[in-house]
């Protein structure tokens, strides 16, 4: 499929972890660094974590040392590992092809809540 397909939110308590998983077709995913975004109501949509096509990773400072970002390239799937969550972590969360401002392809995304 072109559109990547997200799974994996869902609700947890503040210290717990979620995994994430955003398959897309395999000719995109071998041609695509990959990464992962979130948006919390009334806010905009921020880089969460993205990985090159060599697997270098990048975070946002606010995840750095929580969340791990890694790729399957016999799944074609890209995974975001989120451990320690804090109710701020509170989200949906998008995967998208590619890295901006080139063209890319977004998820419907996913619903990360995270009690306190």
């Known amino acids: 499929q072109v559109q990547p397909a997200e799974s994996g939110g869902g609700l947890v308590q503040a210290g717990g972890s979620l995994r994430l998983a955003c398959t897309v077709s395999?000719?995109?995913?071998?041609?695509?660094?990959m990464g992962w975004y979130r948006q919390a109501p009334g806010k905009q949509r921020e880089l969460v974590a993205a990985?090159?096509?060599?697997?270098?990773?990048s975070y946002a400072d606010s995840v750095k040392g929580r969340f791990t970002i890694s790729r399957d390239n016999a799944k074609n799937t890209v995974y975001l590992q989120m451990n320690s969550l804090k109710p701020e972590d509170t989200a949906i969360y998008y995967c998208?092809?590619?890295?901006?401002?080139?063209?890319?392809?977004w998820g419907q995304g996913t619903q990360v809540s995270v009690s306190s």
């Open positions: 395999r000719i995109i995913f071998s041609i695509n660094d």
């Open positions: 998208r092809t590619g890295s901006p401002p080139g063209f890319g392809f």
């Open positions: 990985i090159t096509l060599g697997g270098t990773t």
